[in-house]
């Protein structure tokens, strides 16, 4: 049987988007007449909607997995892992918010690839620039930037990377992956804190250094550290891994860096009542951070600290701006490199470009990683950070120039349509729904949080969170987990407060039918 969600939700979960528009109004304007109004103001995207290929709401024929999902999965079971698959999708008939599965089920899409697809699926943007002619020749060549890049290498990297980079990093290192990010970003904090304590002095051939580096000894192997945070995630790799502090399964039986790890602030929501008590914790955390920055500085040094602007994995963990900037000034006290991963929080999905904008540092991080929506993996970084010494930031490709070209095509619709605008304003719904849906059913849900559409809300329990999770899905509303006990919204920056409304609406609809 066919079900199709409707667009048109109950009005007091559309937001009031235009505060300056809707403010012209009385103050006591009824919801339905708020309701027009946003409507109204949220017609600047309109133009927008024949990104979702026609669709107007998910429509669900079967249940999700679905009969030929199944048949599929166990077709793959017999030569790949399958135990993380939801379902196999339809990509080529997918279209922008809306993911389309083996059984024709046409889902509204607010997990889209890890986060990772910024314009949603199919955008002309992407597929006229997958179109152009260097391109198709990059792809064939498939270039060593860091041996023979292009005769306009610089220039691209401008015109890309570059001209949305981070305020006071004018270096740039495209890589392949958000792990590869961080893999390169720890090594470039190793190699700048170790010159630092060489004052700069080059090494000799024959040096000690390098005689013990082919053994994997010390001195040339120094017994450094990262620090990082309980939560955290930052990649799967090996020496990710040992910064990588939010589910033991991901670390089970693998000899990861033995590395200081301290706790990330847990704030009480909703904040406004709890301030006081967020920031006793807080100030709590940076004190057991500086401790271990002491009591390591003889046998582990801590080379860097490794920071996520929000902790998504480990549950979408938020912290004040103070936090921040208090490990930046832990890190200038004892010498520390301070690495922020953008690579969930970049490019746009908190309503900033950088998140780390909003935490008005005094100075620049030292280096910041980017990923997911960027469609690439790379790290920005401050003057003096990345070694200019052949082989010591290396791999075959070095980026990925293809990549890299549709990263500028998504660069230029954000500019062109004011998409960071419009997750702003998306962003709103979800979180003013998000809010109301705790209120009315807080034995099932609580802590609404969130900044742009990047948003969660926490279940009572882990189980009624995958149950509401599975079922969300049934109703067509494609979600994920996220920490102990959460569901995450990591919509394209497409999402328009229509969509948002969908998502609150099916959100009651299911809270309804849970015990």
């Known amino acids: 049987m066919q079900r199709i969600v409707p667009v048109q939700v109950r009005s007091f979960y559309y937001p009031l988007i235009c505060r300056a528009t809707l403010a012209t109004g009385p103050a006591h304007v009824p919801y339905r007449t708020k309701f027009e109004l946003a409507k109204q103001v949220g017609g600047t995207w309109k133009h927008l909607n024949i990104l979702d290929g026609g669709l107007t709401g998910p429509v669900i024929k079967t249940a999700v997995p679905g009969p030929n999902s199944m048949k599929l999965l166990h077709q793959l079971g017999n030569v790949h892992q399958k135990s993380m698959v939801f379902f196999f999708a339809d ?4 279209y922008g918010n809306y993911i389309i599965d083996a059984d024709g089920n046409a889902l509204l899409d607010v997990y889209q690839q890890f986060g990772s697809l910024p314009l949603g699926y199919n955008h002309p943007a992407m597929h006229e620039a997958i179109n152009k002619h260097t391109t198709r020749t990059y792809l064939a060549a498939r270039p060593a930037l860091g041996k023979i890049p292009p005769l306009n290498y610089t220039d691209q ?3 890309t990377l570059l001209s949305i980079a981070p305020p006071g990093l004018q270096y740039v290192q495209p890589m392949m992956c958000g792990s590869c990010a961080n893999e390169n970003a720890m090594k470039s904090a190793f190699i700048w804190y170790m010159t630092n304590k060489r004052n700069g002095k080059p090494l000799s051939k024959n040096s000690d250094e390098l005689i013990s580096a082919i053994n994997n000894q010390p001195p040339g192997c120094p017994k450094l550290s990262v620090l990082s945070f309980r939560g955290s995630l930052h990649g799967r790799t090996i020496g990710c891994l040992g910064v990588t502090n939010s589910n033991p399964i991901g670390k089970l039986d693998i000899p990861v860096m033995d590395w200081p790890i301290a706790p990330f602030p847990k704030l009480k929501y909703p904040i406004e009542e709890y301030h006081k008590e967020n920031m006793i914790n ?10 271990l920055l002491y009591k390591h500085q003889n046998d582990k040094p801590v080379a860097a600290i490794i920071v996520e602007p929000i902790q998504a994995e480990g549950g979408d963990n938020h912290a004040y701006p103070e936090f ?3 490990l930046q000034k832990l890190c200038h006290k004892y010498g520390a490199a301070f690495i922020v991963d953008e690579i969930q929080t970049g490019v746009g999905p908190t309503g900033y470009f950088w998140y780390h904008e909003s935490w008005d540092l005094p100075t620049p991080p030292d280096i910041v ?15 003096g950070m990345i070694p200019d010494e052949p082989m010591r930031i290396q791999n075959t490709w070095m980026g990925d120039l ?3 070209e549709m990263a500028k095509a998504v660069i230029d619709e ?11 304003e998306a962003g709103h719904v979800i979180l003013t729904g998000l809010k109301e849906l705790e209120r009315l059913y807080p034995s099932i849900i609580h802590s609404a949080r969130g900044t742009g559409t990047f948003c969660a809300i926490s279940c009572k329990d882990g189980e009624t969170r995958d149950n509401l999770a599975y079922a969300l899905r049934q109703k067509g509303i494609m979600i994920n987990a996220c920490g102990p006990d959460s569901l995450r919204f990591r919509p394209a920056l497409i ?4 969509h948002a409304s969908i998502c609150i609406d099916v959100l009651e609809d299911t809270l309804k039918d849970m015990p």
């Open 91 to 94: 990509y080529e008939n997918s």
């Open 157 to 159: 990297l401008h015109s």
């Open 282 to 291: 807080m100030e709590l955390c940076l004190e057991e951070t500086e401790d």
């Open 324 to 326: 921040f900037r208090g």
């Open 369 to 383: 990683t980017y990923g997911k929506k960027m469609l690439t993996g790379g790290l920005y970084a401050a003057p």
């Open 402 to 404: 293809p990549r890299i």
């Open 414 to 424: 954000i500019k062109k349509e004011n998409l960071l605008l419009l997750v702003r």
């Open 495 to 498: 999402f328009q407060p229509k």
